[in-house]
């Protein structure tokens, strides 16, 4: 299985809304509602975000949010805040009981 | 909560097996319903799942990785492990343990750092 393929760097001015995609293939994106989007700070353990392509874990701003069309998903950030800046990874589950990961987006605020 | 926290040596030689630990608190691994997961990051790189383990002992792993994978289970200790033989410089990396459910890893542990280095 290849990592899944995200943008290396998104920016975005506070306030304002990003959205990051996530690309897979028809075996993994595509085929499976499973997919999460992690927040990882400099130092720190990935936080999840996001699971099952749009649900929001308890505690995690509703500025957060997923979403899925084909082979690629997406993270949006609404109302972007300088705690947001992080890096953001997605995960697919790709058959097999088989995870893989995205390449990573490094989103920086203006 | 559940908290887990890997544990393990930090320099590993070339050739040699890498072994850790995750212990897992707040929770029981015997409750079921979750799988226990390993997950790396290479220095400065994304993330790369390397497999997880049922409480009754069923693993999957990595295909990439598979041949020199080994998880257990130690219900007892309400602890996980992970073997990686053979490693090389490319297997340098912070290694994480993670609750697994339906796609979804959390929590993560703080993640350690191993170096493999002569």
């Known amino acids: 299985q290849s990592a899944l393929t995200q943008p290396a760097s998104v920016s975005g001015s506070p306030g304002q809304s990003i959205t990051i995609s996530c690309t897979g293939t028809?075996?993994?994106?595509?085929?499976?509602?499973?997919v999460s989007w992690y927040q990882q700070h400099p130092g720190k353990a990935p936080k999840l975000m996001i699971y099952?392509?749009?649900k929001r874990p308890s505690g995690v701003s509703n500025r957060f949010s997923g979403s899925k069309s084909g082979n690629t998903a997406s993270l949006t950030i609404s109302g972007l805040q300088a705690e947001d800046e992080a890096d953001y990874y997605c995960c697919s589950y790709a058959g097999s009981s088989v995870y893989v990961f995205g390449t990573g987006t490094k989103v920086t605020v203006l | 909560q559940v908290q887990l926290q890997e544990s393990g040596p930090g320099l590993v030689k070339p050739s040699q097996t890498l072994s850790l630990t995750c212990t897992v608190s707040g929770g029981s691994i015997s409750s079921g319903g979750y799988y226990w997961s390993w997950i790396r990051q290479h220095p400065g790189k994304g993330l790369e799942w390397i497999g997880y383990?049922?409480?009754?002992?069923?693993?999957y792993y990595n295909p990439s990785l598979k041949s020199r994978v080994t998880i257990s289970v130690d219900t007892s200790k309400n602890q996980f492990s992970l073997k990686l033989s053979s490693v090389t410089a490319a297997d340098t990396a912070v290694y994480y343990c993670?609750?697994?459910?339906?796609?979804?890893?959390?929590?993560w542990g703080q993640g350690t750092l191993v170096t493999v280095s002569s």
């Open positions: 028809s075996s993994d994106v595509g085929s499976y509602n499973l």
């Open positions: 993670a609750r697994e459910k339906l796609g979804w890893f959390d929590p």
């Open positions: 099952e392509v749009s």
């Open positions: 383990i049922y409480y009754s002992g069923s693993t």
